[in-house]
């Protein structure tokens, strides 16, 4: 985990490293069949921002800076499948906030470049993943995650998709 005065961020494969470790553990250990060894947890992902924040009297490094903004990275992990594409676990409530996980926040106001650039640090990660390995009954398997962004809103899909204009629709 990495904290400065304006963000906190995760390391990704250790987020999802750790949601699958209890998700099987936790959560469906006895429901998973030990002679399928691999696995795939996918979740859907996502940034948007906010602001009207109060402001306090935060001292901030960066003079761009104001706990006005917040600038937020998610996850939600939905369900666990086998390789025959059964669903082993689903979440049953995706749009709660029990199963979220925040990759990161940062005290910054949503722009154009500030989106980008952090919608590339994960797709980065994302691309990177390997498999969790998980020891369930005594037998390791094997989790591999696949993450959909799904959690946006229309300016960050206009902004992804470089869309210029917000009359056009980007379905």
């Known amino acids: 985990m990495t904290v400065t005065n304006i963000s906190a961020e995760v390391k990704l494969d250790a987020l999802l490293s750790h949601t699958a470790l209890r998700i099987c ?3 469906i250990r006895e429901r998973l069949d030990i002679s399928v060894l691999n696995y795939t947890l ?4 996502g940034c948007d921002g ?12 960066d003079p761009d800076s104001t706990d006005e903004y917040m600038f937020i990275i998610s996850l939600v992990p939905i369900r666990l499948v086998n390789d025959e594409q059964k669903i082993i676990w689903e ?6 906030p029990r199963f ?11 722009t154009e470049t500030l989106i980008k650039e952090e919608c590339q640090v994960i797709e980065k990660q994302i691309m990177e993943l390997e498999p969790t390995q998980v020891e369930v009954k005594g037998v390791a398997i094997s989790i591999k995650h696949d993450l959909i962004m799904s959690m946006i ?3 960050v899909c206009n902004v992804l ?10 379905m």
């Open 25 to 27: 553990k936790d959560i």
């Open 42 to 45: 996918i979740y859907k992902w």
């Open 50 to 61: 906010s602001s009207g924040h109060s402001l306090y009297k935060q001292p901030f490094e």
């Open 91 to 96: 979440n049953p409530r995706p749009s709660s």
């Open 100 to 110: 979220c996980r925040v990759i990161k926040f940062i005290y910054k106001k949503e």
């Open 153 to 155: 809103d229309g300016k």
């Open 161 to 170: 998709i470089e869309n210029k204009s917000t009359q056009i629709s980007h």
